[in-house]
C-alpha cells in the first residue's frame, strides 16, 4: 500500500477483514468510462468504527499499463485528513456506499492499467484490509508465467517458458530490451513461447484485441553474476568514502545480506547496469558489498543508487544528503539555491557525492557547552517558527532567542524526512540533512551562529523506527505491487516483522541487532562531528526493547532489563565519539527504570537526562484549579536521581499548549476571568516564575514565551481536529505577538527570571524544594512556595520563590527561612521581615521572587535558623513507631509527603521543644517530613521499612 505519512505519533488502530465485498458497473472499463464503486454497508462496521453514516473515505493509487510506477490519488488527503472528495456517499434504502469517478480524471493521468483501493474512516485510525486491485479495460491481460512485474534469474543459454491468457482474443508481441522477438498473426486467448535467455533483458508481452485495444505486462530476466571476494579498503566502510589524497576516487560500501550480487548504477554510467560496477564482496564479511570508482571529476556532483540482483533500487543508506522523486520539486530556490535536478527516468531516492569539496570554515572551535543542569532548552519546530522556514530565517532570529536567555536549542527531527511539512518524525535517513531547510552549510552557519552566543545545538532524533522509504526497509521488504514499497521481510536485518511494543509507528527497528546498533553509531558521528551538534533528544524510548508487543501497553510502560541494557550501550558509544554531548530521553516512564540511565556512569561527570512532563499540573494551576495541581515532582530526588537529570517542561511539542487551556477553560471568579486575554497572559509570567527558578535543565516549546495559544490540534480552516495535529500553525512573528506590549510582556518577564537564574550560583544547589498546593494551612489550595539554598555560599544562598495561582487576593505565609531583609529579585525592592510568617498580599495570579539580602546587616537575627531543629530518631523507621525531636519552633506544624508529592498526614505541634511521637500505617519507602515554624523551616527524610 502507498502511504507516505507526515505524522510525528502515528497510533493506527488498524482492524483486519478478509477482502470486502464490492462492485463496480461497468465492469469491464476503460480509463475515460465514468464508473460506480458500490460496497455493501454490512461490509463496514460502522459502531467499530466510530463513524456515521457517509463518514467512510477511499484511499487509493494507481499503476501504469504495466502494473507499475504507483502514484496516489491526488485527492486522497492525508493519512489523518482525508479529503472529502474521497468521502463515498451512503444510500440509506440500499444500506450501501459508492463512489462514481472518471480514472483518468480521478487519478490525474492516462495509460492507467490498474488501480489500488482500501476504505477508511477520516482520521485513519480504522480501515480495510487487504488492499484492493482492480485492472483497468476492456481488454484485459493475465501473464501466467513469468508472473508481471517479476525477477527470473536463468543462466545465459537456458530457455524460459513464458505463457499468458487474454478475456478476449488477441494477438501478442514479446520484446526483449525494446526489441521483437517474438509475434502471432492469429488472434488467440493464449499465448505460450519458449525464450532462450543470452542476457539480462527487460521483457514486455503485449496484447492487442480486433479493436486495437493493447495491453501490456513486463518482467525481468537475468542471468547470475560471479562476484570476485577480496578484502575491503581501509579507507572505505559503509557509505560514500573520499580518499583525501586522491579527489578522482570515491569508496562505496553497502551491507547487503541476503543479496546475490550488487551493481552501481549513477550518472557515471548512464543509469545502465554494468558488470564494470559489480560491486566486491569483502573477504572478512561476505555481506559487505564495496567498489572503488576511479576517474571522476574533482567538484563534480555525481548521482548513484544501488542495484541488488532482486531488483531493489535505493540511495546508500549513509549519505549525507539525498534527492527525491517525490519532494525535492516543492523546496524553493530561495531554501535550497541550485538544489541539483533529481535525475531524469530514474525514481525513488538517488544519492549523491562530490570530491574535493572545500570544508566549513567553523568559527567556533571550542565551544564551553552549558552545565546540563543549567541549560534552559527552547524547542523548535523550524516549519512553524518561521514563515520561511528555512535555515537563513532562523539565523535572522538568533538574537530574538538569545535576548530571552535561553542557552540551547532543540530542534525538532531535520534528517530526511517524508515530505517537506512534516514534524520530522518520519524519517527515512538518519544519517542525512533533510533538504527542506536549506543546505549543509546553512545549517553549519546555524550551529556555527548559536556557538557564538553561548548556545548549545540539540538535536530530536527518532530512532525507534523508520519510514518504508528508508533502504533498510526497502532492501528487505514484500512488495507484491511492485511499486518498490511494502512490508518488512523475515529476513530484513534491521527491523522486526512484528513491532515489540505498543508505541509502534512506521517501521520498528530492532535494537538488539548488530546492524541496527552500527547504523545508530554512525548516524549518532556523523551529526556529532560534522555539524558539531551538541546532544540529542532521544525519541520514544521506550520503543527500544524486544520483550513486548504491539498491544500490550503494560509491558511497554514496565522495566525492561534489555531496554535499559541497550540503551546505556547506545549511551557509552554517543559518548565515546563526544564525551561531553548531551544524551535526554524521551521516556516517561518508571522511576525505577529512568534512574538506571540518570545515574550511569555519573561518577565520571555523565549521566542522561529524562524528560519529565509536568503539563498538566502546571496548566491546573495557571488555568485555576485546586485538583491535580501538584508538580513537586519537577524536584529530581522525588525520581531518585542523584543530580539533577530531570528536564521539566509545562509545554512541549507533544502537549496542548497551555494559554489555549487557560482562554478555553480557564476559571472565573466574579470579574476576575482566567479566559480573559490579558489575565491569562499574566498567569504565564507567574508560570515562569514557579518554573526557571526549579534548579535543573528545564525546556520551553516554542513562542510559550509570547503566550501562544493556537491549539496542537489546529486545522489549517481554523477548526480544531485531532487529525490535524501535526499540520502547519500560525507562525507568532508573522501575527506580530513579538510587537504585542502584552505579549511581549510575558517574554521580558520569563527573559528577566532566566537571566536571574543564570546569574545566581544558588540556582545550582542540590537542595530546594518545591510546595504546590500541598499545605494544610492553604485552605484555598493553588499556593506554590519553592525554596533554593546553599548554605554553603557567601552573599545570596537562599531564593524563596511565592506564587498565588487562585483567582482571588491571598495572604501568603512565605515561611521564609529567617527573618530579616529579603530582596525582591525582579524589582531590586529590599523588604525587612520582623517575621518568617508574616503574610504578603498576592493578588490572583502574583508572584514574588526573593533572594536573602547581603547589602546590609538584617535588623533581625539571621542566624535563627540554625536555632530550629528537626530530628527523627529511630530512622529507619520500624514497626511504624515515629518520634520527632523538635526545638525552637514557635506556632509550627508537621507534614508529611510521599516521594510523588502526595499529602499523607498533618498536624501542630504544641509547644515550642519537645518530642512528638506518633504510629504511622505507612507502607515501606521514603517519605519527607516538613517543619514550618515562625522561626525557620526544616525537612527531613524518613524511610520506612
Known amino acids: 500500500m502507498k502511504k507516505f505519512y507526515s505524522l510525528v505519533y502515528l497510533l493506527v488502530a488498524v482492524f483486519s477483514f478478509g477482502q470486502i465485498n464490492y462492485t463496480i458497473a461497468p465492469n469491464p472499463f476503460n480509463e475515460t468510462d465514468a464508473i460506480t464503486l458500490t460496497v455493501p454497508g454490512d461490509q463496514i462496521d460502522e459502531s467499530a468504527w466510530g463513524v456515521s453514516n457517509n463518514s467512510i473515505y477511499m484511499w487509493s493509487w494507481s499503476f501504469d499499463t504495466n502494473y507499475q510506477n504507483s502514484q496516489d490519488c491526488p485527492t486522497n488527503g492525508s493519512w489523518n485528513n482525508s479529503n472529502d472528495l474521497n468521502k463515498l456517499s451512503y444510500n440509506s434504502i440500499t444500506d450501501t456506499y459508492s463512489l462514481t469517478f472518471t480514472p483518468t480524471t480521478f487519478y490525474g493521468r492516462t495509460g492507467i492499467g490498474r488501480f489500488g483501493f482500501l476504505l477508511k474512516d477520516k482520521t485513519g485510525s480504522h480501515q480495510t484490509s487487504p488492499d484492493i486491485f482492480v485492472n483497468v479495460g476492456i481488454l484485459n491481460l493475465n501473464l501466467t508465467n513469468p508472473v508481471a512485474n517479476s525477477l527470473t534469474t536463468v543462466p545465459s543459454g537456458n530457455s ?98 541476503h543479496k546475490n550480487f550488487v551493481h552501481v548504477i549513477g550518472s557515471f554510467n548512464n543509469w545502465a547496469v554494468n558488470d564494470a560496477y559489480l560491486m566486491k564482496r569483502d573477504t572478512a564479511n561476505p555481506d559487505l558489498y564495496w567498489i572503488e570508482l576511479n576517474g571522476l571529476t574533482p567538484q563534480q556532483l555525481y548521482t ?176 507484491p505491487d511492485g511499486d518498490g514499497y511494502g512490508e518488512i521481510a523475515a529476513n530484513n536485518p534491521y527491523f522486526n516483522q512484528v513491532p515489540k511494543h505498543s508505541y509502534n509507528v512506521f517501521n520498528d527497528f530492532n535494537h538488539t541487532s548488530p546492524s541496527t546498533q552500527y547504523y545508530v553509531e554512525r548516524s549518532l558521528q556523523q551529526w556529532l562531528t560534522e555539524y558539531h551538534i551538541d546532544g540529542f533528544r532521544w525519541d520514544l ?78 496548566n491546573q494551576n495557571t488555568m485555576g484549579y485546586k485538583d491535580n495541581s501538584n508538580y513537586d515532582r519537577m524536584n529530581h530526588s522525588l525520581h531518585g536521581f542523584t543530580n539533577k537529570s530531570a528536564v521539566g517542561y509545562g509545554e512541549s511539542h507533544d502537549e496542548e499548549r497551555l494559554m489555549f487551556k487557560n482562554l478555553a477553560y480557564g476559571a472565573i471568579n466574579g470579574n476576575y476571568n482566567v479566559t480573559n486575554l490579558t489575565t491569562a497572559l499574566e498567569r504565564m509570567k507567574t508560570f515562569g516564575a514557579t518554573f526557571f527558578t526549579i534548579p535543573g535543565p528545564k525546556m520551553i516549546w516554542q513562542f510559550g514565551e509570547l503566550g501562544y495559544e493556537f491549539s496542537i490540534n489546529r486545522c489549517a480552516n481554523g477548526t480544531i481536529n485531532s487529525g490535524c495535529r501535526t499540520d502547519e500553525k500560525p507562525v507568532a512573528f508573522t501575527l506580530g505577538y513579538d510587537t504585542n506590549a502584552s505579549r511581549k510582556a510575558v517574554y521580558d518577564t520569563w527573559a528577566k527570571i532566566i537571566n536571574i537564574r543564570n546569574s545566581h550560583q544558588v540556582f545550582k544547589s ?40 487562585t483567582t482571588s487576593a491571598q495572604n501568603v505565609i512565605p515561611y521564609f527561612p529567617y527573618a530579616g531583609q529579603w530582596q525582591n529579585l525582579m524589582d531590586n525592592t529590599i523588604s525587612n521581615f520582623a517575621s518568617t510568617t508574616t503574610p504578603i498580599m498576592l493578588q490572583p495570579g502574583e508572584f514574588r521572587v526573593f533572594g536573602n539580602y547581603s547589602g546590609a546587616l538584617a535588623t533581625v537575627d539571621v542566624n535563627a535558623m540554625n ?24 506556632n509550627g506544624d508537621i507534614v508529611i509527603f510521599d516521594m510523588s508529592g502526595k499529602k499523607m498526614d498533618s498536624f501542630q505541634l504544641p509547644q515550642e521543644n519537645g518530642t512528638y511521637e506518633l504510629k504511622l500505617a505507612y507502607p515501606s519507602g521514603t517519605y519527607l517530613v516538613h517543619l514550618r515554624s515562625e522561626t525557620g523551616t526544616a525537612i527531613q527524610k524518613m524511610v520506612i521499612k
Open 766 to 805: 542540590k537542595t530546594y524544594t518545591i510546595e504546590s498546593n500541598n499545605l494544610t494551612n492553604d485552605p484555598e489550595g493553588l499556593i506554590t512556595r519553592i525554596y533554593v539554598y546553599d548554605n554553603t555560599l557567601n552573599g545570596m544562598k537562599n531564593v524563596v520563590v511565592l506564587a498565588n495561582y
Open 541 to 618: 524510548t521506550k520503543g527500544f526493547t524486544q520483550n513486548c508487543s504491539e498491544n500490550d501497553e503494560v509491558c511497554t510502560n514496565a522495566y525492561q532489563q534489555d531496554r535499559v541494557d541497550i540503551m546505556k550501550q547506545y549511551a557509552d558509544k554517543q559518548w565515546a565519539i563526544d564525551p561531553n554531548s548531551y544524551m535526554i530521553f524521551e521516556h516517561l516512564g518508571t522511576d525505577a527504570e529512568e534512574q538506571q540511565w540518570a545515574n550511569y556512569r555519573i561518577d565520571e561527570g555523565k549521566g542522561v537526562m529524562l524528560w519529565n512532563k509536568q503539563t498538566d499540573p502546571y
Open 867 to 890: 536555632k530550629l531543629s528537626l530530628q527523627i530518631a529511630d530512622n529507619p523507621v520500624k514497626n511504624g513507631l515515629v518520634k520527632l525531636i523538635y526545638h525552637k519552633v514557635k
Open 304 to 479: 548513484f543508487q544501488y542495484r541488488t540482483n532482486d531488483l531493489k533500487k535505493v540511495a546508500d543508506p549513509y549519505s549525507p544528503q539525498i534527492l527525491s522523486s517525490y519532494d525535492d520539486q516543492w523546496i524553493s530556490n530561495a531554501t535550497y539555491p541550485n538544489l541539483p535536478p533529481f535525475p531524469a527516468g530514474q525514481d525513488f531516492e538517488v544519492s549523491m557525492f562530490k570530491t574535493g569539496q572545500a570544508p566549513y570554515n567553523w568559527q567556533t572551535i571550542n565551544f564551553q557547552r552549558p552545565a546540563k543542569e543549567d541549560l534552559v532548552v527552547y524547542e523548535l519546530l523550524l516549519r512553524d517558527f518561521t514563515q520561511e522556514k528555512n535555515w537563513q530565517s532562523l539565523i535572522n532570529k538568533i538574537s530574538y532567542l538569545k535576548n530571552l536567555n535561553i542557552n540551547a536549542i532543540e530542534l525538532l527531527p531535520i534528517m530526511e524526512f517524508e515530505g517537506n511539512l512534516s514534524w520530522g518524525y518520519n524519517t527515512s535517513f538518519h544519517y542525512a540533512l533533510d533538504k527542506a531547510y536549506g543546505t549543509p552549510e546553512k545549517f553549519k552557519e546555524f550551529v556555527d551562529l548559536c556557538h557564538q552566543n553561548g548556545i548549545a545545538v540539540i538535536l530530536d532524533i527518532a530512532f525507534n523506527h523508520a519510514t518504508g522509504r528508508s533502504p533498510l526497509a526497502r532492501l528487505w521488504n514484500i512488495d
Open 160 to 257: 524460459v517458458n513464458i505463457t499468458a491468457t487474454t478475456n478476449v482474443s488477441a494477438i501478442f508481441q514479446l520484446k526483449a530490451n525494446g526489441t521483437v522477438v517474438n509475434s502471432t498473426s492469429v488472434p488467440s486467448q493464449s499465448y505460450n513461447y519458449s525464450y532462450t535467455v543470452t542476457q539480462d533483458a527487460n521483457m514486455e508481452l503485449i496484447a492487442t484485441d480486433t479493436n486495437s485495444n493493447s495491453k501490456n505486462a513486463a518482467f525481468i530476466l537475468q542471468t547470475p553474476r560471479t562476484v570476485i571476494s577480496e578484502a575491503i579498503p581501509g579507507w572505505i566502510r559503509q557509505g560514500i568514502n573520499y580518499l583525501p589524497s586522491d579527489q578522482t576516487k570515491v569508496g562505496l560500501a553497502l551491507y547487503a545480506p
